[in-house]
DNA sequence: GTGAAAGCGCTAACAC
DNA sequence: GTGTTAGCGCTTTCAC
């Protein structure tokens, strides 16, 4: 006789001639059972489907086995993958995932979000929102959050736990290849100038030219929107205003993308009169035409690793009562090369 | 003096001078309360950063506001678009989302994660993992859901509520293109033939074929795993196999710039030689070289249409008590023509 | 309008 | 080993 909704533990004790505790024993594992009576339970137990109702173990325990993830973008490559490795090492740990994403990360209302996740008593946060403008301000006005906070894709601050890709180096690698493979004039086409991912792959650009001697003008710089169109368009204003160029960095894939498309319809040999290089690794710059050399970054690693710190300030704050800050994480990209730059 | 943890309820109501109850009646916006104690009470709740918890609220009300989703392959363009779909819809009907995703799909245990999803009482669920070989057997054992789930990306089944894209539709669309151009050798690279989709993409394939008279034979067909990589090794396959080939329909469109990859290397001119359509549309097709026709699928709206139907049947559910089933629903993809089918 | 009592499903702390 | 009591934070009766 089952009545309206899931079976409870009221249910199955009835059922199994035991109060309820001993059903709770026996759904954790207790030892403090009577063999006899473990089996008679477990039985009536399967017999039921009884499933215990983790919403009210949460009340009672003040865990939630969740985390909040809070991120944005999905429809890039990058923002994808970290998501995917904070699941899987999620999963691993044995947290649940509560997403929201923000679909205008630069000016959407953070409050609502955060306010919601915290109302469901997540025990950790993962902030995977890139920094553009003041999008970010809201932290100073955090005193103390509720529960441990680790930031991804943002300037490492001190006081906040942030894993971040060294982006700076990122376009040092790149500009450096292109210097060591005798280009003189090298271009860049940056992200949005209010991404602080653009500002410092673009940081890493000038250091190696300066480093090499050679000059940062603004002429060699053109700002794009991460968009393979915006590529395109940015490397015909490089033409005009840079004419002697001969090697660029594309601050991410897709616009390399378009320059290699560009490139190919005005019959411009790449990497002969022109070497180009990326920033990600996407799975197809292999496949562009020509192969595209890149940077590639590690964005599963990214959200793993997040997950990971996050886990051990879960812990201590458990154990602590305060919510501890952990050291910055930064992972370092690598070169790959490919055609676009060397050629054969 | 606050203790440790969040402020709660009581906290509130004995710095107001109140009962829980009135407290309770402010949060919830009822009539009920006069305008001074409503002010009151108010003032505390700001005073002291209050937040209702949401955990609690669920135990009682049996609502948790929470829908499930169980996806994978997030490194693919079509499943992360899905999800921010998903995502959005939900956030737009008042829902959190509680993300599992299955890195093994083929496999993996599904008895898991729907457990556990179950147990944190989600109102309902959005099973959007591809239909692989007989990864979703379990849907027969399963004699009564207790919660509504939708179905993505998979066969249509009486008694579930699928919601799927038209892919055989899209088969056909791309192979009567090519056919409407002239050509008449036309060979498919199709995705793993154990997964659903791919083999209605070929079905699709074969009735434009056979619809025209046109022969239909094992050597047009050669099977890839949806990589760029697959899709270069496939056609080196097709062009030994079936050398009069003048045209191909790629099932993906990783594997068709894998095809136009290798035609590159190989001096085939695009579409003079090979005419080449895929599918998918991810955004960066119009850039590859050539552009590439292919089929577009709207990814993002299959996931809002499921979150849309999977409310209605929450809803009955909660009016009736009974979980229905909603009318299955199909989403028509579209053919978008680009240079590497038709010439200029 | 407001409060007291009871209970959502479960577990910790104590009895026996 | 097992049961009883109390309570997690909140809302739903039902008094007054």
Redesign the interface.
């Known amino acids: 006789m089952r009545t309206?909704?899931?079976v409870n533990i009221k249910q199955v004790a009835a059922e199994a001639g035991v109060s309820t505790q001993t059903v709770s024993r026996v759904i954790n594992d207790r030892p403090d059972v009577s063999p006899d009576t473990r089996d008679r339970v477990q039985q009536v137990i399967e017999r039921l489907a009884y499933?215990?109702?983790?919403?009210?173990r949460?009340?009672i325990g003040?865990r939630?086995h969740?985390i909040g993830?809070v991120g944005s973008s999905?429809?890039y490559?990058g923002p994808?993958?970290t998501?995917?490795g904070v699941?899987?090492q999620s999963?691993d740990s044995g947290f649940?995932?509560?997403?929201?994403?923000l679909?205008e990360p630069a000016t959407e209302d953070i409050g609502q979000v955060l306010?919601?996740m915290?109302?469901?008593?997540v025990e950790g946060l993962i902030w995977a929102v890139p920094e553009i403008a003041h999008n970010h301000r809201w932290i100073d006005d955090l005193a103390r959050p509720?529960v441990p906070i680790v930031f991804l894709t943002m300037e490492p601050k001190p006081g906040l736990s942030v894993v971040s890709v060294a982006n700076r180096t990122g376009g040092t690698l790149a500009t450096e290849h292109l210097i060591a493979h005798g280009h003189r004039h090298i271009g860049i086409i940056t992200g949005p100038l209010d991404w602080w991912e653009s500002r410092e792959r673009q940081l890493g650009w000038e250091e190696a030219l300066v480093s090499a001697g050679l000059p940062v003008e603004a002429r060699q710089i053109v700002e794009g929107d991460w968009?393979?169109?915006s590529g395109?368009r940015a490397f015909a204003r490089l033409q005009e205003q840079f004419p002697e160029i001969d090697a660029m960095f594309a601050s991410n894939d897709?616009m390399a993308?378009?320059v290699?498309?560009a490139a190919?319809t005005a019959n411009i040999p790449i990497p002969q009169t022109l070497a180009v290089v990326g920033f990600d690794d996407i799975?197809?710059a292999?496949?562009?035409?020509p192969?595209l050399t890149t940077i590639r970054q590690h964005s599963a690693d990214l959200g793993r690793t997040a997950v990971l710190v996050l886990n051990d300030l879960i812990d201590q704050w458990r154990l602590t009562?305060r919510v501890a800050t952990g050291e910055p994480v930064r992972l370092q990209p690598e070169l790959v090369v490919r055609k676009s730059s060397v050629p054969q």
């Open positions: 309206l909704g899931p499933q215990p109702n983790a919403v009210a949460s009340l003040r939630t969740t993830v999905l429809e490559f994808s993958s998501l995917a699941e899987k999963a649940s995932l509560l997403l929201a994403l679909h306010t919601d915290l109302s469901r008593r509720a968009s393979a169109a395109e897709q993308q378009g290699l498309h190919w799975p197809e292999s496949y562009f035409i192969p009562g």
